[in-house]
């Protein structure tokens, strides 16, 4: 442990431990579409850390060879379809809104997931992670007609079911500073999202069994980003009661338990 703000951390997932209760962390990194160098890295920092990691690739762009021989620890969840903003002008940016049909959203997002489904030879897994974490309100309760059964979006869950049919799991620490330069957020600003969900689920203002979720953004990772990242996985490993989970578990239970 090197510092304060590590200790601080390790801290909290010592309450938990003390409290006879698991740190559960997951892992989602946005925005694959190739396997770029970057990604490349990254893939083998989970795989030497053994640590599972969810893709959210990007149907439209995604090529056939970022597909091909990954490890059986990284999963793979549509992101949107084809990443463009669509929202008007002084709106937040977003693929969904509510100005495109329903309709049409649903074909779109139907097509997106059968041309992951194609790319990856069935193995991706039905969830949607809109492109800037958000959609249209009235398309959630919709997905399912479209066979996705998951969504992931950013900030602590209000409940497991977004919808009927449809099992919810967030992430709530991004290590990108996007209004600031758009490199890493600095291992204060991370670890302290992490204390702050971590301590909200503990005290019952926020889902307890919500597993904590990491967000990367691969083609982001400047140096410093890079050694968090490996620190974190390091660290995790030495901290008793703390277990990263596979999101194809999560996912894969049952819509509305
Ligand atoms: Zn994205």
Known sequence: MVNAIWQAFADECARWHDLGRK???????????????????LLALAKSA??????????????AALCTGLSGAVSLLQHGVDHRNRAAAGERKSEFTDHEPLETALARLARGRGQLQALSEGQSLDVLVPPWNRLSRQLIAQLPRVGLSGLSRYGARDA????????????HVDIIAWNAGRGFVGEEAALAQAVRHLAARRNGFADSSEATGWLTHHACHDEAAW???????????????????????????????
């Not at 740190?23 to 890295?41: G, K, M, N, Y």
């Not at 497991?160 to 967030?170: E, F, H, P, V």
């Open 23 to 41: 740190v559960e962390f997951w892992w989602r990194d946005d925005d694959a579409t190739q396997p770029v160098p970057a990604l490349l890295r």
């Open 50 to 63: 053994a640590v599972p990691v969810a893709l959210a690739v990007v149907p439209e762009a995604a090529t």
């Open 227 to 257: 050694r968090f990242l490996g620190e974190l996985l390091d660290v995790t490993r030495s901290l008793p009661g703390v277990r990263w989970i596979d999101a194809r578990v999560f996912f894969a239970g049952r819509a509305n338990a």
């Open 160 to 171: 497991i079911s977004a919808a009927q049919g449809l099992r919810q799991l967030n992430t």
